[in-house]
């Protein structure tokens, strides 16, 4: 399985589990319960659902998960009233949604108008005023495309390449008087003042120009090139900080679209003492040059900032060189910093171990150099109130640092919010920097922990496996199961007396086999709950379209049975309920006339008995109007007319193939298909139909199913010289043919006279064509129940023995065969067929029988 | 670098994790707010991932609490919805969320939204 598959696999499981909670969820909202959290709960659902959609592509699904997820979002909040219309109306989405996931699934596309209707409905519901369009916003493109480069601030070896490249710096005095000749730019004129009032750290793009003196220093925009350098003035707000959004990297992004050359403003940084960790004191004029820098991607790096920062993007040549050339006159510090893509190394490696390492001290002295610097007979004062009210260290650092020029504000700055805000900043470096102090727990946790969700508080844990392994499982246990069957075939009376420790360990074998198989089976128990659940919706709407009162009562949800029987289920059982809301509960006005309560109880119930698990669905109805039954049973030809049936097996012929006592195709049961579809399911999955009618009283059918598919319990028969098996749970008991009643019937149909009882005979050797050269006396009869009370009496050559035997389906190995009920490999490499009881006491109806 | 995923989806989840293991980050997972907040209670992290819509504590009450309890100031959150419109994103920023991720999302784009907000 691919990965997507893998990924696609847990998709639709937890889609089934949603659309689950979203029918409970609605089965309790249309009772009137319309808590704020069920609400929620309906629109997560639907929401996860639309998520993992559209991961996949599943654009059907997203389109129409999207409308349905408006409308809920309308309804939580209380914009749109939760009426009964729209309460139907999401319970006939999730119909719909279920269709696109099952379509989903099996790599369909359903038609584009495909809840078109519904969806239609949603969008009104949400936008009365419009025309339909609600809802239908696109969803924003997110495209931020780059290459993992990490950041390096260089500090010191200024970039030879760059420097020539950007080596056109006009004279100080041509800017300064180009500028006086255009001061009443108003458009730039703010941008200027920004400019001229930033208070400094640029770069420098050679250490030796790195000098205080105003003539020698080189200027950012003039140094770029005025006229092909982007400008982008950014001024962090506090929120900035706040969301834990931190400037470094979006500089780091900025890099990565040109290069890059900026200023900070650092006027606004307080004394230390004063000094807030999340306070924006900076500000800074970034300069950007390069051939695929756009106004877009500049905003795409200041997107998660966008209102938490001021930006003023100007293009290539918005900043005139006058006002460039402006900046000269207030520089009398130099930084740099130049950002070279290729020479990045992860910013969580040394840079950062080497940040944390900065000393408080270092950082004092640093702002100092920076913020203090150029402009001295402004700052002066400040930075000597400042030095007052620091430790000397501090003082002493600053003083030192006052001539060290080539210094990089971005280090700068996130050294000062790393050792400011040592807890918050550090945390996510501390990983590269064994010196800080949260270093050490957290690599013993990174040791500990590798993936796991939080550690666990309910009692019952649990882990998720892919269904492919447990059947994996399953199926060796099979196997290992038969090979324990055929050691113990093997043990004559002479191994026995001989090797009785082999006989006794050949036993445990048995029995601890035994246990294996029940552990692994009882993993793939599951609650049959999943599928009741499904069925009182289904009755209200049968209620609410035929107008009768039905109310459903549900007995034994919790029952398991394995997973595949539970898949199986669901189709068969809703048609059994749809049969007994359509044809076994009356009308309000034919229950009342019959005394009885006006509302109609269908009782739905599952039990375990013995090896199978019984699922009953009964209701107080009618009961099977058998005449009819039978009428249309002759006129079809479900039966020969001279047949005269009991009551019961009258019942049962709405299994038939064919058979449909509805006179005309009703909207709810008579979908074309009849109720053989529910015995043919059913038996597809092992299990048995049966129904008992009490007219004027209700109708009961009773589905008898395995508790697992993998393994059956077996007496294994021979006919003709060939093995055949006949599941344990139908034999009710052994006779030797010799000493058995036989009689026939007017017909010439075999019958088997016993305690009284006549019951049907199939010779198996006759019924699949075989020889057998077995004296009829030395045969013998297998009586078996092959549903409810009826009997089939099989008569076979030999008896041979009880064992278990893993189930091989015939039709996937081979083809469906009539009065086969599958295939199983034997002990000693034999193939033995599986009989099928019931199908062959059903003989008459299979037609295609040999 | 570790990263905290939070979604109520399991889908969601495991593809987040697949990504990200895929690109040699650890992923530590939750599914709900109230078990993010457990994990960051007891790991260390470097980044966080997390849905709006979930039980039991939504993403922006998570969130929420993450900035309130002092230690989480500075770590990046990212949410991830499939939330087009745009008051749901700025409920989360607003609650301190970093940056955002629109379900459904391209691998390449999550790391690279991921390495844009971490250090």
């Known amino acids: ?850 | 670098m570790r990263v905290l995923t939070v979604d109520d989806s399991r889908t969601i989840l495991a593809m987040l994790q697949h990504t990200l293991a895929g690109a040699g980050y650890e992923v530590l997972q939750a599914e709900n707010g109230q078990e993010g907040l457990d994990v960051l209670q007891n790991e260390s992290v470097d980044v966080v991932i997390t849905d709006i819509n979930m039980p039991i504590m939504d993403g922006i009450e998570f969130i929420k609490n993450v900035r309130a309890s002092g230690k989480h100031q500075s770590l990046p959150i990212l949410i991830l919805t499939t939330e087009t419109s745009q008051d749901k994103r700025d409920q989360g920023r607003a609650a301190g969320g970093t940056g955002w991720i629109v379900k459904p999302f391209d691998p390449d784009k999550l790391l690279s939204v991921i390495k844009k907000v971490s250090h």
């Open chain 1, 1 to 850: 399985m691919s990965e997507l598959d893998e990924f696609k696999a847990t998709y639709f499981d937890e889609c089934s589990e949603l659309l689950i909670e979203l029918e409970e969820q609605f089965v309790a909202i249309e009772e009137g319960d319309q808590d704020t959290e069920r609400l929620n709960a309906v629109f997560r659902a639907i929401h996860s659902i639309k998520g993992g959609a559209g991961a996949f592509g599943f654009q059907g699904l997203v389109g129409f998960a999207h409308s349905f997820e408006t409308l809920l979002d309308f309804v939580r909040d209380g914009r749109v009233e939760l009426t009964e219309d729209v309460i139907k109306l999401c319970i006939r989405s999730i119909d719909l949604v279920a269709d696109f996931v099952t379509a989903a699934q099996e790599n369909r596309e359903l038609g584009a108008d495909y809840g078109a209707d519904e969806k239609r409905q949603f969008d009104e519901l949400c936008n009365p005023d419009a025309d339909g369009e609600a809802g239908e916003e696109d969803p924003e493109d997110f495209d931020i495309e780059f290459t993992p480069v990490m950041v390096e601030v260089d500090s010191s070896d200024a970039d030879a390449e760059q420097s020539d490249e950007f080596e056109e710096s006009p004279l100080e005095e041509d800017l300064n008087a180009a500028l006086m000749d255009n001061v009443d730019d108003s458009d730039h004129e703010a941008l200027a003042e920004e400019i001229a009032n930033a208070d400094v750290v640029f770069e420098s793009d050679n250490p030796a120009t790195a000098d205080h003196s105003d003539e020698e220093s080189d200027i950012d925009a003039a140094d770029m090139g005025a006229s092909d350098c982007w400008c982008v003035v950014f001024t962090p707000l506090p929120a900035l900080y706040e969301r834990a959004n931190d400037p470094l990297l979006l500089f780091r992004e900025m890099a990565i679209i040109g290069e890059t050359k900026m200023r900070a403003n650092l006027r606004e940084i307080p004394p230390l003492q004063d000094f807030e960790p999340f306070q924006p004191y900076c500000s800074w004029t970034i300069y950007l040059k390069g051939d695929d820098v756009t106004e877009e991607r500049i905003r795409e790096v200041f997107e998660f900032v966008e209102g938490d920062c001021e930006i003023e993007i100007t293009p290539p040549g918005g900043i005139s060189e006058q006002q460039a050339a402006h900046l000269v006159g207030d520089i009398s510090a130099t930084s740099k910093v130049v950002v070279k893509p290729d020479e990045m190394t992860p910013a969580t490696d040394e840079p950062a171990a080497g940040e944390s390492e900065v000393s408080f001290a270092d950082l004092a002295g640093e702002l100092g150099v920076k913020g203090l610097g150029e402009a001295e007979e402004e700052q002066a004062p400040e930075a000597s109130s400042s030095d007052d009210e620091t430790p000397s260290a501090v003082a002493d650092e600053i003083k030192q640092k006052q001539g060290d020029d080539s210094m990089d504000a971005e280090a700068m700055l996130s050294d000062l919010l790393d050792e400011e805000e040592p807890k918050a900043k550090a945390a996510p470096q501390t990983d590269a920097s064994p010196a800080a102090p949260k270093a050490p727990p957290a690599a013993a946790a990174a040791n500990k922990i590798t993936q796991s969700k939080a550690p666990d508080k309910s009692p019952v844990q649990s882990i998720r496996v892919d269904l492919d392994k447990v059947d994996r499982v399953v199926n060796m246990v099979g196997e290992l199961v038969i090979t324990q069957s055929m050691l113990t075939q093997q043990m004559d009376e002479t191994l026995r007396e001989k090797y009785q420790e082999l006989v006794r360990g050949i036993e445990v074998l048995a029995q601890t086999t035994r246990g294996l198989q029940d552990s692994v089976m009882a993993i793939r128990a599951q609650p049959v709950k999943s599928v009741f659940s499904r069925m009182p919706r289904l009755v209200r709407e049968l209620a609410t379209k035929t107008g009768k009162k039905i109310k459903l009562e549900m007995v034994g949800e919790q029952t398991e049975i394995d997973k595949t029987v539970i898949e199986q289920l669901s189709d068969p059982l809703t048609h059994m309920i749809r049969n007994s809301a359509d044809h076994g509960v009356e009308s309000v006005e034919k229950r009342i006339a019959r005394g009885k309560p006006e509302q109609g109880t269908i009782r739905l119930s599952a039990e375990q008995a013995g090896g199978n698990i019984l699922i009953i669905v009964e209701d107080d109805g009618a009961g099977i109007n058998r005449e009819r039954v039978l009428d249309i049973a002759r006129e079809r030809g479900v039966i020969q007319p001279e047949q005269n049936p009991s009551d019961e097996q009258i019942d049962n012929l709405i299994f038939a193939p064919g058979f449909s006592t509805a006179t005309e195709v009703s909207d709810i049961s008579g979908r074309g298909v009849g109720m053989d579809v529910v015995l043919s399911n059913i038996k597809k999955i092992g299990g048995s139909v049966h129904v008992r009618s009490h007219p004027g009283r209700g109708t009961r059918m009773t589905l008898r199913l395995p508790l697992t598919l993998a393994v059956l319990d077996v007496m294994l028969v021979s006919v003709a010289g060939c093995p055949y098996v006949v599941p344990l749970s139908s034999i009710v008991e052994t006779i030797q043919a010799g000493k058995a009643d036989f009689g026939k019937t007017p017909s010439g149909a075999r019958l088997l006279s016993i305690r009284g009882e006549y019951v049907q005979v199939a010779d198996l050797a006759t019924r699949f064509a075989m020889h057998t050269t077995a004296e009829e006396k030395d045969r013998f009869v297998v009586l078996c129940e092959a549903d409810g009370s009826s009997k089939i009496a099989l008569v076979v050559d030999e008896i041979i023995g009880q064992q278990q035997v893993v189930i091989k389906s015939l039709e996937e190995n081979y083809e469906r065969i009539d009065g086969i009920a599958g295939g199983t490999i034997l002990g000693d490499g034999q193939v033995a067929l599986i009989v099928d009881v019931q199908g062959l006491k059903a003989g008459p109806n299979h037609r295609n029988a040999a």
